[in-house]
């Protein structure tokens, strides 16, 4: 069974920044788009941002110039700089696939709160 674990969270301040890191434990990592989600409370979990095997990456207009995602296939991980963040980012953050994977569980995701 694949596991995602999801570390990096926390409290930052408005204009603040976190790392976000995923560790997947699938050999063959290498070969999935992967992305990040972010589910506000009270709301669906949300695709914010996806990264292609080939590195190629794509962002939801809410975060576009703030986050960056980048995956290290070394170490089967998938991270997400977000930079200048806003109130609107606070949250859960979880990684998957791209679309998220029919036979993977979510991990417990990381919490991101932004506040002053």
């Known amino acids: 069974q694949v596991q995602l674990v999801e570390s990096g969270g926390g409290l930052a301040q408005p204009g603040g920044s976190l790392r976000l890191s995923c560790t997947v434990s699938s050999r063959i990592f290498n070969l999935y788009p992967m992305a990040w989600y972010h589910q506000a409370p009270g709301k669906e979990r949300e695709l914010v941002a996806s990264i292609n095997s080939d590195s190629i990456a794509n962002y939801v207009d809410s975060v576009k110039g703030r986050f960056t995602i980048s995956r290290d296939n070394g170490n089967t991980a998938v991270n997400l700089q977000m930079n200048n963040l806003k109130p609107e980012d606070t949250g859960v953050y979880f990684c998957?696939?791209?679309?998220?994977?029919?036979?993977?569980?979510w991990g417990q995701g990381t919490q991101v709160t932004v506040g002053s």
């Open positions: 998957n696939t791209n679309p998220p994977h029919p036979s993977w569980s």
